[in-house]
């Protein structure tokens, strides 16, 4: 009933930037905590960054001063700058959130996108 669909994802070489979004879709009454994850080839998942309704803002150290999380609340939508990209930032990047829903019963429930893949290679 609700969705998730990312977009931005690409092949990039070191040094360069990409803006990934998220949009949020449904009969959605309220969304909480967004967030973007990322999972590397042969690695688990791991969180990137996440934004309350409220602005604020939890980052992993590895990404503190390259990657900016940023929301509309008004639009749904969540959006993730990465600069200065390194051959270690690829990955598949999934867009998550808590969403209260229709069809939720009254909870917040975790929502997961299909996720975008960023490849960072010269």
């Known amino acids: 009933q609700v969705q998730l669909v990312e977009s931005g994802g690409g092949l990039v070489q070191p040094g360069e930037s990409l803006r990934l979004s998220c949009a949020a879709s449904?009969?959605?009454?309220?969304?909480?905590?967004m967030g973007w994850y990322r999972q590397a080839p042969g690695k688990e998942r791991e969180l990137v960054a996440s934004?309350?309704?409220?602005?604020?803002?939890n980052d992993a150290d590895s990404v503190k001063g390259r990657f900016t999380i940023s929301r509309d609340n008004a639009k749904n939508t969540v959006a993730l700058q990465i600069n200065n990209l390194r051959p270690a930032d690829t990955a598949v990047y999934y867009c998550?959130?808590?969403?209260?829903?229709?069809?939720?019963?009254?909870?917040?429930?975790?929502?997961w996108g299909q996720g975008t893949l960023v490849t960072v290679s010269s």
């Open positions: 934004i309350t309704r409220g602005g604020s803002i």
């Open positions: 449904g009969n959605i009454f309220s969304i909480n905590t």
């Open positions: 998550n959130a808590q969403i209260l829903y229709s069809g939720s019963n009254g909870r917040y429930l975790e929502v």
